[in-house]
């Protein structure tokens, strides 16, 4: 019979075994076999303090310059899609330094980041992410590692009463979205402080929950794929000449613009010297 080193599980028979004793390691390890966590993102109460403000001031200038009724017709209400390029403080959380190390531990090889969107799960109105779905929509197939990783960054607290998100554990292995049946009996609701981020396999079904409180909840979400999927928005092209240091520029998907001709494809490969 063998322990662990703190003797608390015994086991047998075992030749292969997970060592996870870092918060980065045990998050990658239950993204792998659950397809979601919770991880601290780190921030100070007065960094999460000015991006509840900003949020809520970008929030506002949207909705105003795409007007209010135009949004709710093309289903694009309390959604702030990319606020990332108009502020820093939102930037800063698209290159999450715990967020970026547990996603080059999933994502085999290069990844970029895909969207970026403000999202409210409303108080007493239907929620456009309230339905189950997986990020990767219409998808249907099991892969042996994950191409895309969602980080929801919770604005406000995640609790049972504001509609904390709704996880199908493991689901990221299964090709077919389970019966109702099995979804009502397996579910999980995942609870997660302000300042957090709930971390999901974008195969893993989830929904947002129902917002029975009198505060409407606020997360932003970031699609992380390989480079071979198209960003929601052409994130260099509306970055264009903001000053940006390379690390940043590689994960925002500046090497992997389409090229628009076959000559600046040519131009695009390297030389190989023979
Ligand atoms: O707001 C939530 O709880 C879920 C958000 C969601 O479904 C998403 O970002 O894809």
Known sequence: MNTTPSGDISFYGVLKRNIS???IEKAVEEIRSLGFTVIPSGLSDAELKM??????FLYLEYTKKFGENYLENIDEHNTLRLPLAFDSCFLNLAVN????????RLIVGKFILNQQNGIINPVGKIYNQG????????????SSTPLAINALFCVDEFNLSNGATHVLPASHKQESFPSDAYIMKNEVQVKAAA??????????????????SDKNRRAVNH?????????QID???LLGSMDLDDKIKDLFG??????????AFLSSRKLINL
């Open 254 to 263: 500046f090497k992997y613009k389409v090229p628009q001709s076959i000559e």
């Open 131 to 142: 339905a189950w779905h997986r990020d990767l929509p219409y998808q249907h197939f099991v």
């Open 195 to 212: 300042g957090s981020f709930i971390v999901i396999d974008c195969m893993a079904f989830h929904r947002g929950g129902n917002n029975l």
């Open 21 to 23: 004793a870092t918060m």
């Open 223 to 231: 699609v992380y794929t390989i480079p071979l999927m198209k960003q």
């Open 235 to 237: 994130i260099p092209a």
């Open 51 to 56: 991006i509840s403000e900003r949020f809520d």
């Open 97 to 104: 330094s715990n967020v970026i190390e547990i996603i080059s």
